[in-house]
T-cell receptor
Framework: DTEVTQTPKHLVMGMTNKKSLKCEQHMGHRAMYWYKQKAKKPPELMFVYSYEKLSINESVPSRFSPECPNSSLLNLHLHALQPEDSALYLC?????????????FGSGTQLSVL | AQSVSQHNHHVILSEAASLELGCNYSYGGTVNLFWYVQYPGQHLQLLLKYFSGDPLVKGIKGFEAEFIKSKFSFNLRKPSVQWSDTAEYFCAVNGGSGNTGKLIFGQGTTLQVKP
């Protein structure tokens, strides 16, 4: 299994809703990530988990709450989002290989906030 | 702070034309360099990477890139493009240890290949 699986693929939510994005990998990778990608823009890092511990938070607003229940799962809990949070949310995992981290990206969750 | 600059924002080529997409980065230390491709409606896929060793790196689908340390560049090349190469291309850098997986992406280049 060489995939990073994200669910749901599409999500529409109101500003008062609470929803969660899920990410799963079974490659035994030690690090997992959340990236955000706006249309026609490059991905931007949000969070990094290393060995199930949050190691990087790129000053992300608290309405985004990551969670890593175990080494294979990564969640992103959403609450009170704004329309400008509409974007493609990408999960990735990585392994250290030949002197660097090789990232594997999921297909993403396309989020629309109304 | 690290940054990545892609000079070409939108490139239009005919099939069989040669491709070169520019990428420059700013970081003084050891870097890992990547090119990713994003086909319409699909996820990011790794085309190739440079960690160390031979500065000429060969990737998938006939792509290659050359790391020129003195120029802080990592340009992507393909001798003959196909219509199926139409996609968004991102150069990215991961600067040394302690930046695990923290990729800094360039703004991307949209490649349109006309049949």
């Amino acid at each position: 299994d060489t995939e990073v699986t994200q669910t749901p693929k599409h999500l529409v939510m109101g500003m008062t809703n609470k929803k969660s994005l899920k990410c799963e990998q079974h490659m035994g990778h030690r690090a997992m990530y959340w990236y955000k990608q706006k249309a026609k823009k490059p991905p931007e890092l949000m969070f990094v988990y290393s060995y199930e511990k949050l190691s990087i938070n790129e000053s992300v607003p608290s309405r985004f709450s990551p969670e890593c229940p175990n080494s294979s799962l990564l969640n992103l809990h959403l609450h009170a989002l704004q329309p400008e949070d509409s974007a493609l949310y990408l999960c990735a995992s990585s392994l250290y290989l030949n002197g660097g981290e090789k990232l594997f990206f999921g297909s993403g969750t396309q989020l629309s906030v109304l | 702070a690290q940054s990545v600059s892609q000079h070409n924002h939108h490139v239009i080529l005919s099939e069989a034309a040669s491709l070169e997409l520019g990428c420059n980065y700013s970081y003084g230390g050891t870097v890992n360099l990547f090119w990713y491709v994003q086909y319409p409606g699909q996820h990011l896929q790794l085309l190739l990477k440079y960690f160390s060793g031979d500065p000429l790196v060969k990737g998938i689908k006939g792509f290659e890139a050359e790391f020129i340390k003195s120029k802080f560049s990592f340009n992507l090349r393909k001798p003959s493009v196909q219509w199926s190469d139409t996609a968004e291309y991102f150069c990215a850098v991961n600067g040394g240890s302690g930046n695990t997986g923290k990729l800094i992406f360039g703004q991307g280049t949209t490649l349109q290949v006309k049949p």
